[in-house]
């Protein structure tokens, strides 16, 4: 069993990498945020199953950025300088509905959803 753990957090490892994209242009779609916020929001939103450090955020939305992805403005903060707060840009949004069309709304395709279900079921049968 070893094996499989060391597997399975390796499959993860990279999965989740590419679903911290899907996670932040989630969360500035619903409103403009500054990074060390979305940190905690991300880990709420996705229910502890995503964690990302404040350091990968700002990264990440950086890169965003350049790519016309999101846009940013300097906002008010009450501990210090200005925070600058991102927002997600009509081709950030666009690019979060393909996303979502082409890798995640599939597993609502009653053909796909049956047969995760059936291997749960297999799953909860051989534990027993």
Do not use: C
């Not at 969360?27 to 979305?38: A, F, H, V």
């Not at 990264?59 to 707060?85: H, N, T």
């Amino acid at each position: 069993m070893p094996e499989l753990d060391r597997l399975l957090e390796n499959w993860e490892s990279v999965y989740k990498k590419g679903l911290l994209t899907f996670w932040l242009l989630l969360l500035l779609d619903e409103k403009p945020r500054y990074p060390y916020e979305m940190s905690a929001e991300v880990l709420r939103a996705s229910q502890g199953t995503m964690s990302a450090d404040d350091n990968s955020v700002y990264r990440a939305v950086s890169r965003f950025e350049e790519m016309g992805l999101v846009a940013s403005e300097a906002g008010a903060s009450s501990l210090g300088p200005p925070r600058k707060y991102y927002r997600l840009t009509g081709d950030g949004r666009e690019l979060l509905r393909r996303f979502i069309e082409r890798n995640i709304l599939i597993f609502q395709h009653p053909e796909v959803a049956e047969r995760i279900r059936r291997l749960l079921e297999k799953g909860e049968s051989h534990e027993q």
